[in-house]
């Protein structure tokens, strides 16, 4: 028979599989931001420092023309979501 675990114990191993969670939520969204980004032929941006919004949003396509609004706008919504997720795993990290 197996031993009932504590609510201390179960309480403990939370974090860890909370943590991996997010990491993986994140690396979807950094694919779907990427995966947008070639789809207007823009390789070789990395979507993972703070400043990446700011960036994005002087970014052109190899045309020289900019990103379209509608594009920009759904990158940035994509970009809002991933910053949430890495700082949701940093804390999550932290507290480990």
């Given at each position: 028979m197996a031993a009932i675990?504590?609510?201390e114990g179960e309480d403990a191993k939370r974090p860890t599989p909370e943590r991996e969670h997010l990491v993986g939520q994140?690396?979807?969204?950094?694919?779907r931001l990427k995966s947008a980004l070639v789809r207007l032929g823009i390789r070789g941006f990395n979507p993972k420092?703070?400043?990446?919004?700011e960036k994005l949003a002087t970014l052109?396509?190899?045309?020289?023309?900019?990103?379209?609004?509608n594009t920009l706008a759904e990158l940035g919504g994509?970009?809002?979501v991933c910053v949430s997720s890495m700082s949701k795993s940093s804390r999550s990290k932290t507290d480990v």
């Open positions: 675990p504590s609510l994140r690396t979807g969204i950094v694919n420092p703070r400043r990446a919004q052109c396509t190899p045309e020289c023309c900019p990103i379209p609004p994509i970009w809002h």
